[in-house]
């Protein structure tokens, strides 16, 4: 069994592969014939979610390891011995191309469709390559491609720093601080240390669940071994944050004082020990013993020819974009205020706006501002409802080619800023962001005050205020 786990075809399936110095017998090289044109077909009629993931994995905004998990679902098929098709292989590809047409159609998110695009392939690789409906570890390498690292961010990150901020105060408090949690927020002995967004822990989840996904696909784990593997790595990752948050919270009250750098330190050597742990934990898992095969031989009389309605429904969902999307929602009709004339007792002089802020503008939820104090930057964004069309300035910086580090919050008086760190060639901008509602609440950063708007704590409009500022060489 764990030679067939590692990359030895099961029995019976023995004389799919052909001698060494041999050609493929005829039968299977029509089915790999078969299987790359349906890969091309299912690629085409999806192509909308293409272009979208190209742009999405190169215009910066998003991480680009989603480019290394793609290649390792590419390589675990590509490596894998020929399986014999299950009965009706294109029968869960088909079903999820149609939830895709029929979300193309009703205008919903990219992110959602790609979601449907990427499972369809998942599926369809799964039929042609392992004989299976869907392979878990394949499937969930294909979502961990697509670039929804910003997406995960806006609606992931605030209840992950809310999770790992309660499980770092009952460390806490085993250690006899008596600590508070307040949204995102440790309360003690009359500070406040905010749990920024960085601190959500999203990227050490990201990188967990590919090594599980990695490993489960490369060494053909059981269904049973693979759910085993994620409970394990989910586990791992929340407890890493949870310690990385509370070792974070003696640094900055200086309880412990140490050098500048030991906060990245403490933050990488955690993130280091969780992978590790992750990594003994998946070896274990690879040889424990299993009642059921790792790669089991299917006999069905399935059929991978790119049958007519097959065709049909890939020309269906290739024009379904071309109609128009239903179901839009306007933005609700609340009277603009007009703009401030001045900002923190300076006066506000008109800028135009960037092709990149008149480019967003077009769908935006309310109104987009670009004004000058005479010394800072500042765009003001007018929000009527919650939306993800707000995101968080970080995104449009690195989209336009700056690279971006995150900075402490930083309080001013009752105020709350979230900042980061921009840099392209020879400029530097020290960029600080907030939002308020008109009865005075406000938000470091635009997880946190998403998520108070969908659960009604807060209702709009809102302010979204961006101050940049010229920040001196390091």
């Not at 390559?129 to 806006?154: E, H, I, K, M, Y």
């Not at 069905?300 to 109609?323: H, I, K, M, N, V």
Request: glycine fraction near 8%.
């Amino acid at each position: 069994m764990d030679a067939d786990r590692h990359g030895a075809a099961p029995p019976g399936l023995a004389a799919a592969a052909p001698p060494a110095g041999q050609a493929d017998p005829p039968g299977v090289m029509l089915r790999r014939h078969a299987g790359v044109a349906l890969f091309a077909a299912l690629a085409i009629a999806c192509w909308p979610v293409l272009v979208w993931y190209v742009r999405g994995s190169f215009d910066g905004s998003n991480d680009p390891w989603g480019l290394l998990a793609l290649a390792t679902a590419i390589g675990a098929l590509w490596r894998a011995a020929p399986a014999s098709p299950p009965d009706r292989p294109l029968a869960l590809p088909a079903a999820l191309l149609l939830l895709y047409t029929a979300a193309t159609l009703a205008a919903l998110p990219m992110s959602l469709r790609a979601l449907l695009a990427a499972l369809a392939l998942a599926a369809l690789g799964s039929a042609w390559r392992l004989g299976r409906r869907l392979d878990f570890p394949v499937a969930l390498l294909a979502l961990l491609a697509l670039p929804l690292t910003a997406s995960l961010q806006f609606y992931g990150g605030y209840p992950l720093r809310v999770l790992a901020g309660s499980l770092a105060v009952a460390l806490l408090r085993l250690n006899g601080l008596a600590v508070e949690l307040e949204g995102a927020v440790l309360l003690w002995d009359g500070r406040q240390i905010a749990i920024d967004a960085p601190c959500s822990g999203l990227r050490m989840l990201w990188a967990g669940a590919y090594l599980m996904a990695a490993a489960a696909a490369l060494f053909r784990f059981s269904p049973r071994q693979t759910l085993a593997a994620a409970a394990l790595t989910g586990s791992l990752v929340i407890a890493a944050n949870a310690v990385r948050a509370a070792a974070l919270f003696y640094l900055e009250t200086g309880l412990l004082v140490l050098p500048v750098w030991a906060h990245t330190a403490a933050g990488m050597s955690v993130f280091v020990t969780a992978g590790l742990l992750i990594m003994h934990g998946l070896y274990r898992i690879d040889r424990t013993p299993t009642a059921e095969p790792a790669c089991p031989p299917v006999r069905g009389s399935g059929d991978l020819a790119l049958t007519r309605p097959a065709q049909l429904l890939c020309l269906l969902a290739a024009l379904a974009p071309l109609a128009h999307g239903v179901g839009r929602a306007e933005p609700a009709a609340v009277p603009f205020p007009g703009w401030p004339s001045s900002f923190e007792g300076r006066p506000l002089t008109v800028l135009p706006l960037t092709p990149l802020e008149d480019r967003l503008q077009k769908d935006f939820p309310g109104r987009v501002g670009r004004f000058t104090d005479g010394q800072r930057e500042i765009i003001l964004r007018w929000v009527t409802h919650a939306s993800r069309q707000l995101h968080p300035s970080s995104d449009c910086f690195k989209a336009s080619g700056y690279g971006v580090e995150a900075l402490a919050i930083k309080i001013v008086g009752d105020q709350y800023w979230s900042r980061f760190l921009a840099t392209r060639g020879a400029t530097r901008l020290e960029v600080a962001e907030r939002i308020d509602s008109l009865d005075g609440q406000q938000w470091s950063d635009v997880s946190a005050w998403y998520w108070a708007a969908q659960l009604g704590r807060t209702h709009g409009p809102w302010w979204a205020v961006t101050v940049a500022a010229s920040s001196p060489p390091r």
